[in-house]
């Protein structure tokens, strides 16, 4: 006979650490700082506070991207948030993002300054204070709303959903790896037809919404995320594969995802990034 390993929820759900999987030591069910920790300040105006993940990604490439332009005012500070000692939940960082998530950006340069977090509306800022990567007519400024949006609410069924119960959850369950698998394969699946007939999503134009979709979907197709490039047939999505290579060949990408990376090949790692020297 089977064991029967049905769970039946409690009447109040109770926080559990040790029933967390690998990031146990950071998931908690309340907000606010867990102790006192200023942030470092750099010398420019754009000062921002991450990690090299995909999330964090999505706004260093854009920076960089900027600065390829030759706008110098989006020269930036980038400092490392180490998450897995828990200083996202220092008191300084939830000063700029109250919810306690890379990446969060504090632009100095207006009085009073300004915070931005969530990396959608970080892309959205610099894209409306610069000037670049944001269309400015009406259609096409809907239709890259459309996909950053598409994005920001998808992403978390690849990550949170298909990654942690593929690849961190402390058993495998046949049904939320299934239930997820099939989220993920539908999302490439809209991605690949949609970049049947477009260079970019959006159309001929690379645009903030390339930029925040590339290093889920673009890492996931290319660089084997999670290991899970065979299970999820990644390589079927033909389209996905070429428009990600397409943007991976970009200068600004190349750099972007250095910064704040301390993982892999040293050549592939930039802790912080005060100048553009530091590459």
């Not at 109770?14 to 030591?25: C, H, I, L, Q, Y």
């Not at 079927?236 to 910064?259: C, D, F, H, Q, T």
């Amino acid at each position: 006979m089977s064991e029967d390993k049905t769970y039946t929820p409690p009447k109040v759900w109770r926080w559990d650490t040790e029933s967390g999987g690998k990031f146990a030591n950071i998931n908690r069910p309340i907000a606010g700082a867990t102790h006192d920790q200023e942030l470092p300040t750099g010398k420019h105006p754009l000062q921002l506070h991450s990690l090299g993940t995909p999330n964090g990604v999505k706004v260093t490439i854009m920076l960089e991207e900027l600065l390829e332009l030759g706008v110098s005012d989006a020269e930036y500070d980038a400092f490392l948030i180490d998450i897995s000692e828990g200083q996202q939940f220092g008191s300084g960082f939830v000063e700029i993002n109250p919810n306690s998530k890379i990446p969060a950006l504090l632009d100095r340069s207006v009085s009073p300054n300004v915070r931005v977090f969530e990396s959608g509306a970080i892309l959205l800022y610099l894209g409306e204070k610069f000037g670049h990567f944001y269309p400015k007519a009406q259609d096409k400024m809907a239709e890259c709303l459309s996909w950053l949006f598409w994005q920001m609410g998808s992403a978390p069924y690849l990550g949170g959903g298909f990654g942690h119960f593929y690849a961190y959850a402390p058993e495998k369950y046949e049904y939320p790896i299934n239930r997820f698998s099939m989220e993920v394969k539908r999302q490439l699946d809209v991605l690949n037809r949609n970049l049947s007939d477009r260079k970019y999503l959006c159309g001929n134009d690379y645009t903030i919404a390339d930029i925040a979709t590339y290093p889920w979907y673009g890492y996931l197709v290319l660089h084997n995320i999670y290991e899970a490039a065979e299970f999820l047939d990644v390589a079927s999505y033909k389209n996905v594969v070429r428009w990600a290579k397409e943007i991976e060949k970009r200068p600004a990408v190349l750099r972007g995802r250095r910064v704040n990376k301390t993982w892999g090949p040293d050549e592939e790692q930039l802790k912080e990034r005060h100048s553009s020297k530091d590459f």
